[in-house]
């Protein structure tokens, strides 16, 4: 499990950052499972915005905005900046904490924890909380491998991914929520 949170790059010239702080990628017994959607050209266009963008990363968007402001192909404004890390290992668990400040911009000052815990039974969990005032809307995206599929039920927490004949478990839950 690899996690994000770190500058996009120097602060005068942010070209290659990207909106995926707090964003993470998987692998499983040397397979990629979650991961990045990566960087598909530098040309001008809905491509490269797209590819930078909040939404093509495994990370929380809130009320449909960008962590950091997107002005062009190569500039970046109000960036995401960490205000909290941690990496403890402890009972055989492995757990990252962290949190931004790039939706304190938003109504409200929101601010998005995350709490990734690596476990003994080789399980990871993955938990988001917002913070702040208001009400808002969070979509939560985890983009699979291309040779992954996804067996999901609607209306239930549970779900598999099969890979090269191998299925794993997967479950979805509330995360430990939004708080005021």
Known sequence: MAHRLRPGGPDYQPGHA?????????????????????????EPGARRYRSRSTASHNTVMVDGAE????????????????????????????????????????????????????????????????????????????HLARDCTLRARAGRSRSAIRQAGRWWRASTSRGFGHSH
């Open 67 to 142: 962590q950091s402001e997107i002005w062009g192909v190569f500039r970046v404004a109000r960036r995401a900046r960490a205000i909290e890390a941690s990496l403890l290992q402890e009972h055989g668990t492995i757990s990252f904490s962290g949190a931004h400040d790039g939706y304190r911009r938003l109504a409200g000052r929101v601010v998005h924890r995350r709490l990734a815990e690596y476990l003994p039974d080789r399980s990871l969990r993955v938990s988001d909380r917002l913070s702040g005032s208001d009400r808002h809307v969070m979509e939560n995206r985890i």
């Open 18 to 42: 990207h909106c995926d702080t707090l964003s993470y990628e998987l692998v499983l017994d040397g397979r990629r499972i979650v991961i990045d959607t990566g960087v598909h050209d530098y």
